[in-house]
């Protein structure tokens, strides 16, 4: 079956203006777009067009698992964000945070550090890993769902996702997107 681009789960200029909709119409309509037209190129006509996306990000490598990740993973990201979004959750996703990290404020301290310090390209997530929370970060398209751990919130620090909005300020989008994107009812949905 052919990959298809999800819609956006906002309007394109829903998250302005921490996020404009010109990021969004490059990083979504033209990279995300992208990702998908290439894994359909390279899946057409093998046993890999049977499998639905997960199937193909847990099991390819090289530039197919680039591809296919990169799909997986902007999705998520749209998923991860909404207008209006961000500060300290409730509920089971503050008690799964207070547990893990101490405070909200160890988890917002800990989870800016890997975004900070993922060397170029890629992206931080929080995930859950043996059903206990943890931050990692990883590299280009590399992602959880390649590791066994199942990600819950994931922060694009691909300078494509920044650079329009704040330039080469990685910290500064990072603080915003904790403080007003993350869509808390998505990760405990996720939980
Ligand atoms: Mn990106």
Known sequence: ????????PYAQDALAPHISAETLEYHYGKHHQAYVTNTNKLIDGT???GK????????????????????????????SMKPGGGGEPTGAVLDGI????????????????????QFGSGWAWLVLD??????VKTANADTPLAHGQTALLTCDVWEHAYYI????????????????????????ARM
């Open 47 to 49: 046993p890999n067009a």
């Open 98 to 117: 207070q547990a893990a990290f101490g405070s909200f404020a160890d988890f917002k301290q800990k989870f800016s550090e890997a975004a900070m310090t």
């Open 130 to 135: 043996g059903g206990k929370m943890k931050i």
């Open 165 to 188: 909005d704040y330039r080469n300020a990685r910290a500064k989008y990072v603080a915003t997107f904790l403080d007003h994107l993350v869509n808390w009812a998505e990760v405990a």
């Open 52 to 79: 639905n996306l997960e199937e193909i990000v847990k099991s390819a490598d090289g530039g197919l698992f680039n591809n296919a990740a990169q799909v997986w993973n902007h999705t998520f990201y749209w998923n």
């Open 1 to 8: 079956m052919a990959i298809e681009l999800p819609p956006l």
